[in-house]
């Protein structure tokens, strides 16, 4: 069984591949977002606060 918080550990037992390829792959995609351009906003900007109950740290 895996540690309460683990993502690879559940995310591997969901989708039924191992613990090594699930951390491979959530940091190869984690990577990929990093990388992707971003946008630039413009106009009227409106932000509020939203608070997830979640971490991507890993």
Do not use: C
């Not at 559940?10 to 491979?24: C, K, L, M, N």
């Not at 906003?41 to 109950?53: K, P, Q």
């Amino acid at each position: 069984m895996h540690e309460p918080g683990d993502v690879s550990a559940g995310t591997a037992q969901e989708v039924r591949i191992s613990v090594p390829t699930a951390f491979y792959w959530r940091h190869k995609i984690l990577t990929a977002l990093r990388n992707l351009p971003k946008p630039s906003l413009t106009g009227i900007v409106e932000a509020d606060e939203t608070f997830f109950l979640e971490s991507d740290k890993g």
